[in-house]
């Protein structure tokens, strides 16, 4: 097991409530318009999730957006009803720039926002095979878009959030690494000191141009992880689709938190929509607790990640 692995600690659940991944027509239970997500967060925190990981979308059709005032619906009243991080994305969704994927974090100043940690193919394609018939038009365009995409995030696009939000806002980051070579660019950022420990990195598998989802591929993420970072990171977890709770389960087992969430799986097991994001909460803190593990509140995660607290954003 890993040396990073820390006596008594305590496992945070990130949940991702929506994404900017699935489409409408995918489940009838991903939250679309801002009562959804906001419902959908608040039964998650409920059910035991530390932190919030949050998307916009349009509420007439459910395609993604970067609009600040769609965030405004829902943002204050998490913040009014939870005490859980809001960790606001700068990814945004397909096509949108860097500028309209900060448009939200620098209005709301957030305690933590994630950062992709590198440029990749992003391929979604694959799932336009599994629905014959689709609610709105713009989904099918949307995934097959995906086969001619490449999802930026430039050395100088890392260096523009880290100083604009960062820097200049107090927010902490998510780093999510797709493959191992994200890491490796996560550690030239700290090597410059432009990011600080105890950094909280969010390895993911399974996203078609990423790294697999296997568990030889965890165990590499936490083995060039454990060499770059050494004691000086949390390690979370995150795997798409029906690799989701073997892997979160096995990250944990080697020291790692863990995120679910409808944005990253629409199932709770073989052939089952999850109804809630909470359902995904809830199971997951299950077996935790079978593996004799605690799961931290929102409380004790800021202080392993060193949030600057939810009195200091502009929600």
């Not at 800021?302 to 929600?315: F, H, N, P, Q, V």
Request: contains cysteine; hydrophobic residues 40%; glycine residues 8%.
């Amino acid at each position: 097991m890993s040396e990073t692995v820390k006596k008594n600690r305590k496992v945070i659940i990130t949940c991702a409530v929506t994404g900017s991944i699935h489409t409408p027509t995918m489940s009838e239970h991903l939250p679309i318009t801002p009562a959804e997500i906001a419902d959908g967060a608040i039964g998650a925190a409920e059910a035991g999730a530390a932190i919030l990981h949050l998307h916009a979308r349009d509420p007439n059709d459910g395609s993604p957006t970067p609009s600040p005032e769609v965030f405004q619906e829902f943002l204050p009243r998490i913040a009014s009803e939870t005490d859980a991080v809001l960790n606001i994305t700068t990814g945004g969704g397909h096509n949108m720039t860097v500028q309209d994927r900060l448009a939200a974090p620098l209005r709301f100043k957030p305690e933590m926002c994630s950062l992709n940690m590198g440029s990749m193919n992003f391929g979604l394609f694959p799932m336009l095979s599994r629905y014959p018939n689709w609610r709105h038009d713009w989904e099918p365009k949307y995934l097959e878009n995906s086969r001619d995409f490449i999802f930026r995030n430039t050395f100088k696009d890392i260096e523009y959030i880290l100083k604009h939000l960062g820097e200049d806002c107090g927010t902490r980051f998510e780093f999510e690494c797709y493959d191992i070579g994200h890491l490796y660019t996560l550690a030239h950022f700290l090597d410059r000191g432009l990011v600080k420990a105890p950094l909280f990195v969010q390895s993911i598998f399974g996203i078609l141009g990423g790294i697999g989802a296997t568990p030889a591929d965890v165990m590499h993420m936490r083995a060039t992880a454990d060499r770059l970072f050494g004691s000086h990171y949390e390690w979370s977890i995150l795997a798409a689709g029906r690799h989701q709770m073997s892997l979160c389960t096995m990250g944990a087992i080697l020291g790692g938190n863990v995120r679910v969430g409808l944005e990253d799986s629409l199932y709770l097991g073989k052939g089952q929509l999850a109804r809630s994001n909470a359902e995904q909460v809830a199971k997951i803190k299950r077996i935790l607790g079978e593996l004799s593990l605690e799961v931290a509140t929102p409380a004790e995660a800021r202080a392993m990640l060193d949030l600057k607290g939810s009195s200091e954003t502009a929600i």
